[in-house]
């Protein structure tokens, strides 16, 4: 069991260029969700998902899309880097669709920095 | 508005020592409430969570945290601390209804560092 993974670990692009984070997970989880996480201000929910073909926004979805073609995988678009995107992006997953009591289980995090 | 405050950016203890990690949240609703450790360039590990029941609540690596719903508090605890335990803890609350569905509230955050 690999649990949550994210690729890349780390990457640097210029403003306007585009890129996906990849998120896998191999627990048949149906929630899944991206954070970011900024220095003091803990983690803020961007998008998430209760299944596949199922998303929807959290608290700061602009500039960044998603889908959720398999249960497995959630990537992460960005349309048009900026440099307020530069962060540490977090991809969660947890069993229940629906529950609220469900642990959420995190991937090791990307690093990215736009230039 | 849900919130989560951890009152203390930095906790620095002497190894063997108890410690405490603060947090207090404000929700609409029943809590649930999460803690969180995340050691450098790592990602966020589960420690503990409290859902219903007892109010103390054990979770990994010896630490526990007591749920506290007339203070709002669920502060993290652990009886005797070790180097290792140096981290980023973060506490995180989820209402039991009226928001975004699975949505964690997160605190800022809490550098714990333990000294030999």
């Known amino acids: 069991n690999a649990g949550v993974t994210q690729t890349p670990k780390f990457q640097v692009l210029k403003t306007g260029q585009s890129m996906t984070l990849q998120c896998a997970q191999d627990?048949?989880?149906?929630?899944m969700s991206w954070y970011r996480q900024d220095p003091g201000m803990g983690l803020r929910l961007i998008h998430y998902?209760?299944?596949?073909?199922?998303?929807d926004q959290g608290e700061v979805p602009n500039g960044y899309n998603v889908s959720r073609s398999t249960t497995e995988d959630f990537p992460l678009r960005l349309l048009s880097a900026a440099p307020s995107q530069t962060s540490v992006y977090f991809c969660?997953?947890?069993?229940?669709?629906?529950?609220?009591?469900?642990?959420?289980?995190f991937g090791p995090g990307t690093r990215l920095t736009v230039l | 508005a849900q919130s989560v405050a951890q009152p203390e950016d930095q906790v620095n203890v002497a190894e063997g020592n108890p410690l405490t990690v603060k947090c207090t949240y404000s929700?609409?609703?029943?809590?649930?409430l999460f803690w969180y450790v995340q050691y450098p360039n790592r990602g966020l590990q589960f420690l503990l969570k409290?859902?219903?029941?007892?109010?103390l609540v054990k979770g990994s690596y010896g630490f526990e945290a007591e749920f506290n719903k007339s203070q709002t508090s669920f502060h993290l605890k652990k009886p005797s601390a070790l180097v290792s335990d140096s981290a980023l803890y973060f506490c995180?609350?989820?209402?039991?209804?009226?928001?975004?569905?699975?949505?964690?509230?997160f605190g800022r955050g809490t550098q714990l560092t333990v000294w030999p």
């Open positions: 969660a997953s947890s069993y229940g669709g629906s529950s609220n009591t469900d642990t959420q289980y």
């Open positions: 409290y859902i219903t029941g007892d109010n």
């Open positions: 998902s209760v299944g596949a073909g199922i998303t």
């Open positions: 627990m048949n989880h149906e929630y």
């Open positions: 995180a609350v989820r209402p039991d209804r009226g928001s975004t569905l699975g949505r964690l509230y």
């Open positions: 929700v609409s609703g029943n809590p649930y």
